[in-house]
């Protein structure tokens, strides 16, 4: 392509705009959602390392544990004394912490032995649920909330819910509600968990998650204090990157299986002294989460797959102590989208988008950015706005092509149009609109060789010359003159049909190529627009004008020879009309 046919490209500012407000729109849609997460999801399994969480053990209700304990703790659900003897057992081996992931909402047997056997020890925690239901609270019930609330300004941001499951006065009283902590999470769109909440907004009142309670052993937890510029939430000298609902996003393990889960059956038999422990120090310093995963009752899903709530917790707990929360950072955000924005800069000042380099670059960006995000998150555990800033870049592409290739279609129509305009000026006579004498020989041209694939045809060549022109330039004016040559013009185009081909030869003569038609067709067709142009009026400025003309007619019968000879053929038919007395055919 030479230099002056490229299609160059000015500097556009609106296709960033443009494709800024549509990756922000697009932002809000399902389908996108879907696919960031999946992405997100693929980033973090790939940035995380496998790991073996020693400080938390899950031990498991499961179906099989229902069936071989049977005979010693009868159906499901179990009395409360059960648990009271698995309590003792586990305190015997000094464990860290016992969390219940239970529901203790009615009566049962056993209540009063399992009621004394958790006052005994600060170190069991329950779990209870939020709900989004607006249940009528009583008095009673708003004085045990308050004991279970935290002594913070309600104003701090928390997931807000309308009520709490309240565990029965059987098993709890006010001395130990404080033992209490909330698990209600709420799944992302595609049903998946991935953050977890430390703070609840019930009756506005702020409570702690399990996560955080189990943060202290003391029944009044130390102060609470959240940075709304930094968001971070701070306890006990520990701090955490919240969102703005201060929930932490959980910085999953590659491996599903980080937390060892034993069957309730085996420490329920070491419990009730029917079995012997090998390695007594075993569960020492150890958090113990109970719950149950039979029936399936109890399952969420995660990026790394369903699990147990009960083995969900577990991971938090243990990614809340190691500190393994994604956290977010504006700046790291803030380059990413300036990187986007320049690279859609460059991408629309392109004098042509499809070369090599450009192709190269853009994949060198998308590669780039995904490459800083998985850095980020690998050694800094921040998550950062990766799939917007490509969905940006992508957008920007595609913009710009669609840009492209209407400019370039714009620019071919212009192309077009001039090749047309030129073609115009050198083979037409910009006087009458009929074809000039250069235009006639290149429509004979391409005749002929249509001729020549098709059967032998039959076609005249006939020369017109306007009789007396010359008196009406030198009587009216040559204005009037090419007045008339445009009226005889147009007549020829009204007269002749679409197959025929006229032109103005020079000065008051025309020809024409009679196509498909023998020498006594032609005969009828010139005659009858002879008689045409005498009855033809033409109205001018001095009055009206009749003219009269003259023909000269030959039929082509040998296609390969050139068209001057039939051209001086019907010349001579021409001479022999106007010899004669003009406004007559003559066939040559």
Same mark, same amino acid.
């Given at each position: 392509?030479?230099?002056?046919d490229?299609?160059y ?5 609106w296709?960033?705009i ?5 990756t ?9 959602n879907?696919?960031?997460?999946? +992405?997100?999801?693929?980033i973090? *399994?790939?940035?995380?390392d ?12 499961n179906?099989?544990?229902l069936k071989?304990l049977e005979k010693e703790?009868?159906?499901?659900p ?23 992931d239970i ?8 209540d009063?032995?399992f ?8 170190n069991?925690?329950f779990?209870?649920?939020a ?5 009528q609270i009583?008095?009673?019930e ?6 279970m609330?935290?002594?913070?300004n309600?104003d ?9 499951l309240l565990?029965?006065?059987n098993? +709890?009283d006010?001395?130990?509600i ?5 698990t209600s ?7 998946y968990i991935?953050?977890?909440p430390?703070? *609840? ?14 943060q202290?052993?003391d ?10 510029k ?9 701090t955490?990157?919240?969102?703005e609902?201060?929930?932490?996003k ?10 060892i ?16 422990i090998?390695?007594k120090?075993?569960?020492?310093d150890k ?17 790394r ?5 009960s ?12 500190n393994?929360?994604?956290k977010n ?7 990413l ?5 320049? +690279?859609s800069?460059?991408l629309s ?5 499809y070369?090599?380099?450009v192709i190269?670059i ?6 780039a950015?995904i ?6 998150l690998?050694? =800094?555990y921040?998550?950062s706005n990766?799939?917007f800033?490509i ?6 592409i ?22 047309k ?12 609109g ?9 429509q004979y041209k391409?005749?002929?060789?249509l ?13 017109i010359?306007?009789?007396? =022109? ?6 009216y ?8 040559l ?5 007549l020829l185009?009204?007269?002749l049909?679409d197959i025929?081909?006229?032109?103005r030869?020079?000065?008051?003569? +025309? ?15 010139l005659?009858?627009?002879?008689q ?8 001018t400025?001095?009055g ?11 039929q082509?019968?040998?296609y ?5 000879l ?9 001479y022999q ?12």
């Open positions: 392509m030479r230099k002056t490229k299609l490209w000015r500097y556009q500012i296709i960033v443009v494709s800024l407000i549509i922000y729109a697009l932002s809000y849609t399902t389908i996108y879907k696919i960031e997460n999946y +992405f997100n999801d693929t973090q *399994y790939f940035a995380s496998e790991k073996y969480f020693t400080e938390s053990v899950v031990v498991d209700i179906d099989n544990s071989i703790f009868g159906h499901w179990y009395t409360r004394d059960k648990y009271a003897s698995v309590i003792e057992f586990l305190e015997s081996m000094n464990v860290k912490n016992i969390v219940f529901k203790f909402l009615d009566p049962r047997i056993g009063d032995i009621r004394k056997t958790i006052k005994n020890y600060n069991i925690f779990v209870t649920n709900l989004q239901d607006d249940i009583n008095e009673e708003k004085e045990r909330l308050k004991k609330a935290l002594d913070v309600s701090i941001p928390a997931l807000k819910y309308n009520s709490l565990p029965h006065l098993v +709890f006010i001395d130990t404080y033992k209490f902590g909330i999470v709420l799944e992302d769109k595609d049903n991935r953050s977890i430390l703070l *609840y907004n019930i009756n506005s009142n702020i409570f702690p998650s399990l996560l955080l309670r189990i202290s052993l029944k009044n937890i130390p102060k609470i204090e959240y940075n709304a930094t968001n971070e939430l701070s306890m006990d000298n520990k955490w990157n919240v969102d609902k201060n929930r932490i959980l910085f999953y393990p590659q491996n599903a299986n980080s937390i889960t034993i069957p309730f059956y085996k420490i329920s038999e070491v419990a009730l002294n029917k079995k012997t090998e390695n120090s075993f569960l020492k958090t113990v989460f109970i719950g149950s995963s039979a029936f399936l009752s109890d399952r969420v899903n995660t990026p797959g369903a699990m147990s709530g083995y969900l917790l577990a991971i938090a707990y243990e990614s809340l102590k190691h393994l929360i994604i950072s504006d700046i790291v955000n803030i380059f989208l300036i990187i986007a924005i320049i +690279f800069i460059y000042s392109r004098k042509e988008i070369k090599k380099s190269v853009s994949l060198l960006t998308i590669i950015t490459i800083y995000g998985f850095i980020s690998k050694l =800094f921040i998550e990766v799939f800033c969905f940006l870049i992508v957008c920007s595609v913009v710009t092509a669609i840009k492209y290739q209407f400019s370039l279609s714009n620019y071919n129509k212009k192309l077009i149009n001039e090749t305009r030129l073609y115009n000026e050198a083979n037409c006579d910009t006087l009458t009929l074809l000039n004498r250069r235009g006639f020989n290149e391409k005749y002929k060789e001729i020549n694939t098709k059967t032998s045809q039959s076609s005249c060549i006939a020369i010359d306007l009789d007396h =022109f010359k008196s009406v330039n030198d009587t004016g040559h204005d009037i003159g090419d007045l008339v445009q009226k005889f013009a147009n185009k009204e007269q049909r025929d081909i006229p032109s030869w020079g000065g008051e003569e +025309f020809i024409i190529l009679l196509r498909n038609t023998t020498i006594d067709e032609s005969i009828i067709v005659n009858r627009l002879r045409q142009c005498e009855e033809m009026d033409i109205q400025p001095q009206v004008l009749n003219v009269t003309i003259s023909i000269g007619v030959t082509i019968k040998d390969f020879q050139t068209i001057d039939y051209v001086k053929e019907a010349d001579m038919g021409l009309a106007k010899e004669t007395g003009r406004n007559q055919v003559c066939i040559a």
